[in-house]
């Protein structure tokens, strides 16, 4: 019966010598410094990236205060140059907060405590696009002083479906000889226009952009440059006579 008593209380003693040995482990994989305080300090770890994760969503997870333009390969080389000029009037006098996202190639745009006007934040994206698009910085500036400007684009297949050589042709002769065909165009109707292969942009005021894509539209159908320019000529005479 000694013996007995003795077997049995050596099988009671072997699973609570296991079971510490667990809860030993499962301490030693919580903290390795102190027992009493290591829930409290494992939840005080896993907070921090929490807050860190809140923080990052919260600059893309509210559509309304964010704009995100990307940014294609061939444009970030002039993207990067042109930076500190992209940078500065969104920042001072905007009001808005702006980085360049590596990892996704957007540039994103975001209002602050300090921003006045919403409205603000559509004209910092239009002005991002517009450099994005192939406007120089310059011309781009133009979308944040003045309020009736725009950008249309379109695609040479928008308006007569073209390939191979043909589309070259056309591509040629909305450019011109040394691009005076396109600066003329900019010139008379008083916007700003990119190539962009066989897309087309489209700076300037509703009524200028409407003057320049139907002289382009002809371009591209096949009429000559010189009746484009004479078209153009007397539109311009018009338009000015009502102002």
């Known amino acids: 019966m000694d013996s007995n008593s003795v077997n049995i209380d050596?099988?009671?003693?072997?699973?609570?010598?296991?079971?510490?040995?667990?809860?030993?482990?499962?301490?030693?994989?919580?903290?390795?410094?102190?027992?009493?305080?290591?829930?409290?300090?494992?939840?005080?770890?896993?907070?921090?990236?929490?807050?860190?994760?809140?923080?990052?969503?919260?600059?893309?997870e509210t559509k309304e205060n964010v704009r995100k333009i990307p940014v294609p390969s061939h444009r970030y080389p002039p993207l990067k140059e042109k930076w500190l000029k992209i940078f500065s009037p969104i920042v001072e006098h905007l009001?808005?907060?702006?980085?360049y996202n590596v990892r996704t190639r957007n540039v994103e745009i975001r209002t602050c405590e300090e921003?006045?006007?919403?409205?603000?934040?559509?004209?910092?994206?239009?002005?991002?696009?517009?450099f994005v698009y192939g406007f120089d910085v310059e011309d781009a500036l133009a979308l944040l002083r003045?309020?009736?400007?725009?950008?249309?684009?379109?695609?040479?297949?928008?308006?007569?479906?073209?390939?191979?050589?043909?589309?070259?042709?056309?591509?040629?002769r909305l450019a011109g000889k040394s691009g005076r065909t396109k600066f003329t165009i900019e010139n008379v109707t008083k916007t700003r226009i990119v190539l962009a292969d066989s897309k087309i942009h489209i700076l300037g005021s509703f009524q200028n952009i409407q003057l320049a894509r139907r002289a382009i539209c002809n371009l591209i159908m096949g009429s000559p440059p010189s009746k484009v320019y004479g078209q153009l000529r007397n539109v311009a005479a018009r338009v000015s006579e009502r102002v």
């Open 95 to 99: 009001q808005l907060q702006i980085r």
């Open 115 to 130: 921003t006045k006007d919403i409205a603000n934040l559509q004209k910092a994206a239009d002005f991002v696009k517009a």
């Open 146 to 172: 003045l309020d009736d400007l725009f950008i249309e684009s379109f695609e040479i297949k928008d308006v007569k479906t073209l390939k191979g050589d043909h589309q070259s042709r056309a591509i040629g």
């Open 10 to 60: 050596a099988d009671n003693f072997e699973p609570a010598k296991k079971g510490a040995k667990r809860r030993v482990n499962s301490v030693g994989d919580g903290s390795m410094e102190v027992d009493s305080h290591n829930g409290i300090e494992g939840r005080s770890r896993n907070k921090p990236p929490r807050a860190k994760r809140s923080k990052t969503t919260s600059f893309s």
